[in-house]
């Protein structure tokens, strides 16, 4: 094999691997940062990209996705003068990849150190109960804070959580004791609340009950009431139909009887005064005074 063969042959390779060095590929959550011959030339999206050889560089590649970054726990001084340690954590992303690269050069650190300033700023205004109760707004005053404060960098803060604040022992002993005598105060309240509830519903049952009893024993009198008005009723329904049947016996035996009193009466008063009576043998009177049998007596002796 001549010596210029194999010229071509490294030519070619070498050809070959700085083609495949120009060839760069920049991922869906990248952004790459391109300098030719030193100086910023462009940010590459992502996708297949090629770079002239020897003449521009891929600088670095930035993660655009939202990143945790965490905040080291430190003692701070609240307003009325008590220690506390806070710990915090920082959520953000990269917004502006050219800013991220060239305007900060350790953006962890940076933020970082800005976070623990603006939480000693923030906690040093409020005292140890605020500091305690307000989280939401220790976390808000932190974020539009860094958040201002990095936008320049090319960085949007997205949020701030503020994971633990710690008190003193002392003071956590006492306020330890403090939340376990209102745990015990509350226990206590709502036992009383409890019987109280209880007794309320016994009286409301008591209650209930003598309505019903008393609802039962007026129905009773009721049904009574009404069985002697119905008795009463019927005792008064029979002793007029007794009534109606001795009036109608009356009048069947007695009128006739009554009429026939009269006419002895009338009878009476006639004989008394000699007076001639005509009577027929069919009279009633004469079968009442027995003149019919005196007079079937005498003819039958003659």
């Excluded at 009721?222 to 109606?244: K, N, P, V």
């Amino acid at each position: 094999m001549s010596g210029g063969l194999i010229a071509l042959i490294v030519i070619l390779v070498v050809a070959v691997i700085i083609l495949f060095r120009s060839l760069k590929v920049i991922h869906q959550f990248e952004r790459g940062i391109v300098e030719r011959l030193g100086r910023y030339k462009e940010t590459l999206d992502p996708g297949l990209k090629f770079l002239f050889p020897f003449v521009d560089n891929l600088l670095v590649r930035v993660d655009m996705r939202e990143t945790v970054l965490d905040i080291e726990p430190q003692p701070v001084i609240t307003m009325d003068n008590v220690a506390v340690t806070v710990d915090a954590v920082v959520y953000y992303y990269v917004s502006d990849a050219k800013a991220r690269t060239y305007e900060v050069a350790n953006f962890a650190m940076a933020v970082s150190k800005l976070a623990q300033t603006n939480i000693r700023n923030v906690i040093g205004e409020m005292s140890l109960d605020e500091t305690l109760t307000s989280r939401e707004r220790i976390n808000a005053a932190l974020r539009e804070t860094l958040d201002e404060a990095t936008d320049k960098w090319g960085v949007k803060v997205t949020r701030v959580e503020v994971k633990e604040i710690e008190p003193p022992r002392d003071i956590a002993d006492a306020m330890s004791k403090q939340m376990k005598a209102e745990r015990e105060k509350r226990g206590i309240i709502l036992e009383a609340e409890a019987y109280r509830a209880k007794q309320i519903l016994e009286a409301e049952g008591d209650k209930q009950n003598a309505i019903l009893v008393a609802e039962g024993t007026r129905q009773q009198s009721i049904l009574i009431a009404e069985g002697d008005r119905q008795a009463a009723i019927l005792r008064a329904e029979g002793e007029a139909r007794a009534i109606e049947e001795v009036s109608k016996a009356a009048d069947k035996f007695f009128v006739g009887n009554a009429q026939l009193l009269k006419q002895l009466q009338v009878t009476q008063a006639a004989l008394e005064d000699n007076t001639k009576l005509v009577m027929s043998d069919q009279s009633r009177l004469i079968n009442v005074l027995g003149l019919g049998e005196k007079q079937s007596s005498g003819d039958s002796s003659k």
